[in-house]
């Protein structure tokens, strides 16, 4: 199976809008929130990653994966750095760590989002060749 980067580098600029977004408004909010917020933004991302790169629903899934996973691991940079600056090297420690064990579960909800996308992508697909008229 071939990547599609550039349908991959658009799911994780529209994850990383719609973070950004989202992280306004919930600011300060409960856990469960958060949490909520946190798959939401799986989900968006990998629906566009998997409606860009078209193919088979596990091909969708893939690339919502690596999407939201890429996202996940440049935000941990930013996030780990950060903290280094401004906390000091063991709550860094601690950042880095617990960001690196979450990372298998930012991939989830962005292969469930990348699955249905490449899903709608092909049934959208189906719908305009079966409408087509000879």
Known sequence: M??????????FVATLAFGIVSGLI?????????ATSWAMIGIVGGLVT??????????????????TVLG??????????????FAGVVPTFGVLVGGLLLIAFYAIPGALGGAVGSWVHGRRAARKIAGARA
């Not at 998997?50 to 999407?67: M, P």
């Not at 935000?75 to 903290?83: C, E, G, P, S, Y």
Request: negative net charge; proline residues 0%; hydrophobic residues 55%.
């Open 2 to 11: 071939e990547l599609n980067w550039k349908a991959i580098v658009i799911g």
């Open 26 to 34: 919930v600011a300060g909010t409960e856990l469960m929130s958060l």
């Open 50 to 67: 998997g409606y860009l790169a078209a193919g088979t629903v596990s091909t969708g899934a893939v690339h919502g994966g690596i999407a």
């Open 72 to 85: 996940s691991l440049i935000t941990l940079a930013i996030v780990t750095f950060t903290t280094l600056l």
